[in-house]
C-alpha cells in the first residue's frame, strides 16, 4: 500500500479530522474511524440490527467508499467506515481522494448531532427516515460534498487557490461535473437519486464560487441555471445559511422549490 501501514494512516486520519476542525471552526471528532477491510462485515458488527429489521440493505454496503454508522444509543458516539479498497486505490493513483471522503463522512457526523439537537428525536436511526426528514438528508449531502470537495482541493493542488487552477476547473473539472450530473439525473426516474446528483453538484459550485468569486459571479450561475432556474434558485439558498441552525427553518423554502420543479 505504497509503504503505508494501517498505524500511519490513522495518524493521517487524525490530522485531517483536526485540520477539518480547525478550519470550520467544529468540534473535534469525537468518535471512532474504522479502515474497514470488508465493509460489509464492518457493518454488521456495528448495526446489525438495521440490517435484520431490514432498514438497510446489507448487499449495497461494500460499494462505499466511506460510511457514517451512527449510534443505537442516544447518547452513542458516531463511526465512520472507510473503505480500505478505496484507500489502497488512491493511493496506489497516488490521488488523495480518500482524504476527501473521510471529511465528507465527518461532515455527515456533525451535521446529524446537530440536527438531533434540534428536533429531538427518539433515536439517531429516526433520522434516516426519508419520508420525515428529505430536505434534512438533501442539505447534508451539499453540506459534506462542499466541504469535503474544499479539503480534496486544498491536498490535491499546491497553493489550491491560485488562478493557475482555474483554466483546469474551468475548461476539464466543471464540463465533466457537468456532463456526469446530467448522464445521472437522466438515467433515473427516482427523484431522490436525481436530488442526491444535483446537490452533490451544486456542493462542489459553492466551493468554486468561494475560492473564485470573480469568475464564479452572479452573472456565470445564471448562464450555467440557464436552463434550470430552480436548480439556481436552490443553490443560492442553500449558501444563503451557514450553519444548520440557521438553515432549518428554511427548509420549507427547499420544499417549495423541489415541489414546484417536480410538480
Avoid at 210 to 233: C, H, R, V
Wanted: glycine fraction near 4%; hydrophobic fraction near 40%; charge should be negative.
Amino acid at each position: 500500500m505504497s509503504n503505508k501501514s494501517d498505524s500511519e494512516l490513522y495518524i493521517i486520519i487524525q490530522n485531517v479530522l483536526q485540520d477539518y476542525a480547525a478550519t470550520c471552526g467544529v468540534a473535534p471528532f469525537n468518535g471512532k474511524v474504522i479502515i474497514a477491510e470488508n465493509m460489509a462485515e464492518s457493518y454488521l458488527s456495528l448495526r446489525g440490527d438495521c440490517v435484520e429489521n431490514g432498514t438497510v440493505d446489507i448487499s449495497d454496503i461494500e460499494r462505499y467508499h466511506g460510511l457514517t454508522v451512527q449510534p443505537k444509543e442516544a447518547d452513542g458516539k458516531f463511526t465512520i467506515l472507510l473503505n480500505k479498497a478505496y484507500i489502497v486505490e488512491s493511493i496506489n493513483k497516488k490521488n488523495v481522494d480518500w482524504l476527501g471522503t473521510l471529511v465528507h463522512e465527518a461532515v455527515h457526523v456533525n451535521d446529524f448531532i446537530d440536527y438531533f439537537r434540534i428536533v429531538c428525536p427518539n433515536s439517531y436511526d429516526e433520522l434516516y427516515d426519508y419520508n420525515q426528514h428529505r430536505i434534512f438528508q438533501y442539505w447534508t449531502e451539499f453540506h459534506a460534498r462542499a466541504i469535503g470537495h474544499y479539503f480534496l482541493r486544498k491536498y490535491t493542488l499546491d497553493n489550491f487557490k491560485d488562478l493557475v487552477h482555474l483554466d483546469n476547473l474551468l475548461n476539464r473539472e466543471l464540463p465533466y461535473q457537468i456532463n456526469y450530473m446530467v448522464s445521472e439525473v437522466t438515467a433515473t426516474d427516482n427523484a431522490d437519486r436525481q436530488m442526491y446528483v444535483v446537490v452533490h453538484f451544486l456542493g462542489r459550485l459553492a466551493v468554486w464560487q468561494y475560492i473564485y468569486p470573480d469568475t464564479f459571479n452572479a452573472q456565470f450561475i445564471k448562464g450555467l441555471t440557464n436552463s434550470n432556474p430552480w436548480m439556481k434558485e436552490l443553490y443560492y439558498t442553500l449558501i444563503k445559511y451557514d450553519t444548520l441552525e440557521r438553515m432549518y427553518p428554511h427548509f420549507n423554502d427547499i420544499e417549495d422549490i423541489l415541489d414546484k420543479h417536480f410538480s
